[in-house]
């Protein structure tokens, strides 16, 4: 089932097979949303233990857009490592804000965000592994402040230990804007 928009509620797609569907017999080569999100349910008969997505992260581009950990809304697990590239026109900046974020429970006995913490979202200037980190979140905050860059890129690196040590973290919702 594929929705054009959050969530199963959201209106269809016209010209798709029975319910919005994709099937083998019916292929479709491209389809376009009317906004960034898609819900897709995903059903299979022939290899129920198959992975079906890649990895989080991604490459971004436009005057804004929106960002999650995979499993936003709900609470997960795993072992997560995401890094979205974000990438605005030339001379503009890039504001990015998350607008939920979990009680990630990684900050040190200080109340402190340290570079060793188990899950986190660092926020970096430019888009090579060596960017320099403008913020790190590593625990809940209740008021969160917006990120400005000072170029027209943005990396996001979102790390999460797996395990039941730290428990299931539902991770983030966020987005970006140009400026």
């Known amino acids: ?13 016209g010209g798709l097979f029975r ?3 994709i099937c083998d017999d019916h292929p479709v080569r491209e389809l376009r949303s009317q906004g960034n999100r898609v819900f897709m ?19 971004l581009v436009g005057f804004s857009g929106a960002l999650s950990a995979p499993q936003y809304p709900l609470k997960d697990s795993r072992t997560l490592n995401c890094d979205w590239h974000i990438h605005v026109a030339a001379g503009n900046r890039v504001r990015f804000t998350i607008t939920v ?7 040190d006995s200080n109340g402190f965000c340290s570079s060793f913490a188990p899950n986190y979202i660092d926020v970096a200037e430019g888009s090579s592994a060596s960017a320099r980190i403008l ?11 917006s990120v400005d860059s000072e ?11 797996g395990g039941t040590h730290f428990g299931s973290l539902f991770g983030f919702l966020a987005h970006y804007t140009t400026g």
């Open 135 to 145: 913020r790190r979140y590593c625990k809940k905050e209740i008021s969160l402040s």
């Open 101 to 107: 974020l979990d009680d990630l429970n990684s900050a």
């Open 41 to 59: 349910r995903l059903t299979t008969r022939n290899a129920p233990s198959i992975r079906n997505f890649a990895d989080c992260g991604g490459r």
């Open 19 to 21: 319910d919005s569907e």
């Open 151 to 161: 170029k027209n890129e943005l990396t996001i690196r979102y790390r999460q230990h």
């Open 1 to 13: 089932m594929l929705r054009n928009g959050v969530n199963e509620q959201s209106p269809g797609f």
